[in-house]
């Protein structure tokens, strides 16, 4: 006779309330953009096994005893058999989600996605966990400022926001030098010294398109151009000046996360837990709410604060003036303000204190690596972050009196420019972690049975191939670049590129002619066709974008089969080649590229060949950043 496996008792509601960051958002964008990752990697866990989902050994030992002694029936809550219910041998109609829906509303100013689910937890106890997601859209709740008013809070911050990009990136590449006999240390310096060229050269345009932008609107031609991108940055950045220095308007903000959260919390009563994802400004919305005048209201009482791309130390508190008195400033006016989200975080009462993470991307210069009290403190923490486990506790961030929440140091581009924006795609790092928190799916020390890192300890392969991965992603990225700058721009192998592409250059040109319908000698394109150097600059931006394309395709394809593998290191093997079929031949390409421009000197050649093996194998070493547990007190 078979056994029916009783079902898994009802579990309390998890109200998850996600918060968007800077510019505008339409109705659900926010909420699909954290909804849909999240609920696919909770049903992909349900489906998987407690040893697969990082069980302890005395845990799995359990369920394979059940699993032998009924194999009938299992583990898993069975219901009856429904009609028409599949057969073994039946066609495939795709695999079922392990998810119920319930209410699910889009597009409107009350949108909500609200779903069950059941699965074995690691002791192999079946369980049942209801989800209700909701967004709290901030960016609607005041007017915005004028294109004036926001372009001269801009000329100001442009220069602070450098600094720190300048501080933020020279310490990471500092930091990750580490090792290598000293070569990085070289490498480091080089790459320090470009990057302080670059900026320079950027913050130059961006202080002079801020200062004649206002000024060159009221030409009419002129106006035309610019008003699509003046608009855009105005949309994209007008944000952060009405949270920095308006706050009425930074009142109106924090009010509409507290509806949100306040909601979320009456919803789920004193049994449920309410978990809060906030990104960029948005963190720094809720963090200064939570942690600031309403600390101490139950209403607003949360389990579980996650922050990414955090924009708290960047934008700090709001203020009517961008003059900041100093809290020793303060105290000789006889005044205390809490101006600290951290200190005020690490002095609540333990009972009452949520579990706050923090996930910042190694290239995002938002947040510039960790939250912390200051400067000196953040850096403190990311340096730890890239060191082993005992070196950091014996070293100098055992010493140190930083604060701050577990931080989670993560690679999603490689990209400055997209490393803000790609949190919600980084399932390994991010999203994983997410939904094990919400399962409760979160391996313990067997020593003192407190929580572990989200990404269970059976992962961290599958943790180390993704980091190297993303560094196989932005290293490719740049040797592409670097090959179409060598192949237009050094004069030699110009020369060369163009003898060796004359048909493929003509082809390219007889084509683009066709598709913009040009002819010769008429208007501005038959002008452009007529220059000599046009047909081979579209040829080789062409096949730039060709490489980074597939570059970036290959990257994709890569870790949706790591983020979908059980665990085993047997399940990728064959993809972890895929960064070096794009940067072999890459890297050999500038090696002969920059021995052609040297006219085939030998010792450029020996010094070519060195630099193009190390950088094939670069992505494969250096240190993968570690998580850091929360400190919300000083070391005695």
């Known amino acids: 006779m078979s056994r029916t496996v009783a079902g898994p008792p009802t579990e309390p509601l998890v109200e998850l309330v996600v918060v968007h960051g800077i510019g505008r958002q339409t109705a659900g964008q926010t909420l699909l953009e954290w909804a849909e990752p999240i609920l696919q990697r909770m049903d992909w866990l349900a489906k998987g096994s407690p040893a697969e989902n990082g069980a302890t050994p005395s845990a799995q030992a359990v369920a394979e005893?059940?699993?032998?002694?009924?194999?009938?029936?299992?583990?898993?809550?069975?219901?009856?058999?429904?009609?028409?219910?599949?057969?073994?041998?039946?066609?495939?109609?795709?695999?079922?989600?392990?998810?119920?829906?319930?209410?699910?509303?889009?597009?409107?100013?009350n949108d909500e996605v609200t779903a069950s689910?059941?699965?074995?937890d690691l002791e192999a106890t079946p369980r049942s966990v209801a989800l209700h997601i909701t967004e709290a859209r901030w960016s609607e709740a005041f007017l915005p400022l004028s294109r004036?008013?926001?372009?001269?809070?801009?000329?100001?911050?442009?220069?602070?926001?450098?600094?720190?990009?300048?501080?933020?990136?020279?310490?990471?590449?500092?930091?990750?030098?580490?090792?290598?006999w000293g070569i990085g240390r070289v490498i480091a310096v080089m790459a320090i010294a470009a990057l302080g060229l670059v900026v320079g050269v950027l913050t130059l345009v961006a202080v002079v398109f801020l200062a004649?932008?206002?000024?060159?609107?009221?030409?009419?031609?002129?106006?035309?151009?610019l008003k699509p991108v003046v608009d855009s940055l105005v949309d994209f950045v007008g944000d952060v000046p009405a949270w920095t220095q308006?706050?009425?308007?930074?009142?109106?903000?924090?009010?509409?996360?507290?509806?949100?959260?306040?909601?979320?919390?009456?919803?789920?009563?004193?049994?449920?837990?309410?978990?809060?994802?906030?990104?960029?400004?948005?963190?720094?919305?809720?963090?200064?709410?939570?942690?600031?005048?309403?600390?101490?209201?139950?209403?607003?009482?949360?389990?579980?604060?996650?922050?990414?791309?955090?924009?708290?130390?960047l934008l700090g508190r709001p203020s009517f003036t961008s003059h900041r008195l100093s809290p020793a400033e303060l105290a000789a006016h006889g005044l205390s303000l809490t101006l600290n989200p951290v200190r005020a975080w690490g002095a609540m009462p333990a009972a009452s204190r949520p579990?706050?993470?923090?996930?910042?991307?190694?290239?995002?210069?938002?947040?510039?690596?960790?939250?912390?009290?200051?400067?000196?403190?953040?850096?403190?923490?990311?340096?730890a972050s890239y060191a082993p486990a005992a070196e950091a506790e014996q070293g100098a961030l055992a010493d140190s009196p930083a604060l701050g929440p577990e931080e989670h140091p993560v690679h999603?581009?490689?990209?400055?420019?997209?490393?803000?924006?790609?949190?919600?795609?980084?399932?390994?790092?991010?999203?994983?972690?997410?939904?094990?928190?919400?399962?409760?799916?979160?391996?313990?020390?067997?020593?003192?049975?407190?929580?572990?890192?989200?990404?269970?300890?059976?992962?961290?392969?599958?943790?180390?191939?993704?980091?190297?991965?993303?560094?196989?992603?932005?290293l490719n990225r740049l040797l592409v670049l670097l090959l179409a700058a060598l192949c237009f721009f050094v004069p030699t192998l110009s020369e060369l590129f163009r003898l060796t592409t004359t048909g493929p250059v003509s082809v390219v040109t007889t084509a683009l002619k066709w598709l913009l319908q040009v002819k010769d000698g008429e208007g501005i394109w038959g002008w452009l066709f007529s220059l000599t150097w046009v047909p081979y600059f579209a040829l080789v931006a062409g096949a730039a974008a060709l490489l980074l394309w597939a570059n970036g395709a290959l990257w994709q394809l890569f870790e949706t089969r790591l983020a979908s593998s059980r665990y085993d290191r047997p399940a990728v093997p064959r993809l972890r080649v895929w960064g070096l079929i794009v940067r072999v031949p890459l890297a050999l390409g500038l090696a002969a590229g920059?021995?052609?421009?040297?006219?085939?000197?030998?010792?450029?050649?020996?010094?070519?060949?060195?630099?193009?093996v190390a950088v094939i194998a670069a992505p494969w070493f250096g240190r993968i950043p570690r998580t850091l547990a929360a400190r919300t007190q000083p070391p005695d």
């Not at 689910?117 to 074995?120: K, R, S, T």
């Not at 400055?416 to 919400?438: E, F, G, K």
């Open 355 to 383: 579990r706050w993470l923090d996930f910042f991307a190694t290239w995002d210069v938002i947040p510039s690596g960790p939250t912390s009290t200051g400067g000196a403190a953040r850096r403190t923490r990311w340096t």
């Open 117 to 120: 689910i059941h699965y074995l």
């Open 594 to 612: 920059a021995t052609i421009a040297a006219r085939v000197h030998p010792l450029v050649l020996v010094g070519s060949l060195i630099a193009a």
């Open 212 to 225: 004649l932008s206002g000024p060159l609107l009221i030409f009419p031609f002129v106006g035309t151009a």
């Open 65 to 109: 005893d059940a699993a032998r002694r009924s194999p009938e029936a299992g583990l898993r809550p069975t219901a009856p058999a429904e009609a028409g219910t599949a057969q073994p041998d039946d066609d495939s109609q795709g695999e079922p989600t392990a998810l119920e829906f319930g209410a699910v509303v889009l597009g409107t100013a």
């Open 412 to 474: 999603n581009t490689a990209s400055a420019l997209t490393d803000h924006q790609s949190y919600s795609a980084n399932i390994v790092q991010v999203i994983d972690p997410l939904a094990r928190i919400v399962l409760g799916l979160e391996t313990r020390d067997p020593a003192t049975g407190k929580r572990e890192r989200p990404l269970v300890a059976a992962g961290a392969e599958q943790n180390r191939l993704h980091v190297r991965a993303v560094k196989e992603l932005g």
């Open 246 to 313: 308006r706050p009425t308007r930074a009142a109106a903000m924090r009010q509409i996360v507290a509806t949100a959260v306040g909601a979320a919390r009456a919803r789920a009563g004193d049994d449920g837990r309410v978990m809060v994802v906030a990104h960029s400004e948005g963190a720094a919305i809720t963090a200064n709410l939570l942690f600031g005048d309403a600390i101490l209201t139950p209403g607003l009482r949360v389990d579980t604060l996650v922050t990414v791309g955090s924009a708290l130390s």
């Open 148 to 180: 004036t008013q926001i372009f001269t809070w801009g000329l100001g911050f442009v220069f602070r926001a450098v600094g720190r990009l300048l501080v933020y990136l020279s310490t990471a590449f500092w930091v990750t030098s580490r090792g290598f």
